[in-house]
């Protein structure tokens, strides 16, 4: 049985830094890509980064770029995101899933559909 478990949320201030943990089980990491995605209240989820199952691609929102990183350890079933800088739009629930279908065009990588997604993990960022 496939499972996701995120952690590392938390209150921070604007500037500070955040390391979300993203625990699997149930499969074999190393075959699957995997993503991160967020929702704010009352907007919709929004993909912030994928990580290739090779961890040689990954894939960054614009809203995130430069700040945010995503790794993995295979032999650990761990995926982490790295958040830096972090800004009060950052606020929202961040969630982690196995991608389904990942692309790579004229050099860019990118992921498109996502098995379930985990239960979350809240970010607050806020003076």
């Known amino acids: 049985q496939v499972q996701l478990v995120e952690s590392g949320g938390g209150l921070v201030q604007p500037g500070g830094s955040l390391r979300l943990s993203c625990a699997l089980s149930?499969?074999?990491?190393?075959?699957?890509?995997i993503g991160w995605s967020r929702q704010a209240p009352g907007r919709e989820r929004e993909v912030v980064s994928c990580i290739s199952s090779s961890e040689r691609s990954t894939y960054y929102a614009d809203s995130v770029k430069g700040r945010f990183t995503t790794s993995r350890d295979n032999a650990k079933m761990l995926v982490y995101l790295q958040m830096n800088n972090l800004k009060p739009e950052d606020t929202a629930v961040y969630y982690c899933a196995i991608v389904l279908r990942d692309t790579y065009y004229d050099g860019t990588y990118s992921c498109r559909d996502f098995g379930s997604w985990g239960q979350g993990t809240q970010v607050t960022v806020s003076s």
């Open positions: 149930g499969f074999t990491l190393g075959n699957y890509a």
